[in-house]
C-alpha cells in the first residue's frame, strides 16, 4: 500500500495539532477549576485590603472556564474521529466526497471560530486577574 494522498495526510497532521492543542485547553483549565475549588479566575475581580493585605477576590461567572473546557472536550472528539475517518480512506485508497469534503469545512470553520472566541477569553480573562494581581506591587 503506497501512500500517495498527500491532502490526506496533511488533513490526518491537522488533525493530530487540533488534537494536541485540545488537550492544552482541557487539562490546564480543567487543574485550574479543581486548585481554586470549582471558582473561575477569568475575568474574576477584587481589590486588595489595607488592614491585612489579603485580597478580596469577587468571582466571575463559572461559564467562561466551562466554555473553554466545552470546546476542548468538543475539538477532542472531533479530531480523534477525523483522524480515523482520515485514516479509513488511506487504507482503503479512496476519497471523501464532495458533501463530506463541504461538511468537513464548514465543521472546521465553525470548530475554529468557537476556538478563536475561547482564546480570546482566555488571553483577556487572564489579563483583567492579572491587572488586579499587580495592583498591589506594580513594580
Not at 22 to 51: N, V, Y
Not at 77 to 93: A, D, E, L, N, P
Request: glycine content about 6%.
Amino acid at each position: 500500500m503506497a501512500i500517495t494522498n498527500i491532502l490526506l495526510l496533511s488533513q490526518i497532521a491537522g488533525n493530530v495539532i487540533a488534537w494536541m492543542y485540545s488537550l492544552c485547553i482541557i487539562i490546564p483549565m480543567t487543574l485550574h477549576q479543581d486548585e481554586f475549588k470549582g471558582h473561575c479566575l477569568l475575568f474574576s475581580t477584587g481589590a486588595w485590603q489595607e488592614a491585612d493585605g489579603q485580597f478580596l477576590v469577587t468571582w466571575a461567572s463559572q461559564a467562561y472556564c466551562n466554555y473553554t473546557i466545552f470546546v476542548g472536550v468538543v475539538l477532542f472528539v472531533i479530531s480523534v474521529i477525523q483522524i480515523y475517518r482520515m485514516y479509513m480512506y488511506i487504507h482503503k485508497g479512496t476519497d471523501s466526497s464532495f458533501l463530506s469534503a463541504f461538511v468537513d469545512v464548514i465543521g472546521c470553520i465553525f470548530l475554529c471560530t468557537l476556538t478563536i472566541i475561547a482564546a480570546l477569553m482566555i488571553t483577556l480573562g487572564f489579563m483583567t486577574w492579572c491587572q488586579n494581581m499587580t495592583e498591589r506591587f506594580p513594580s
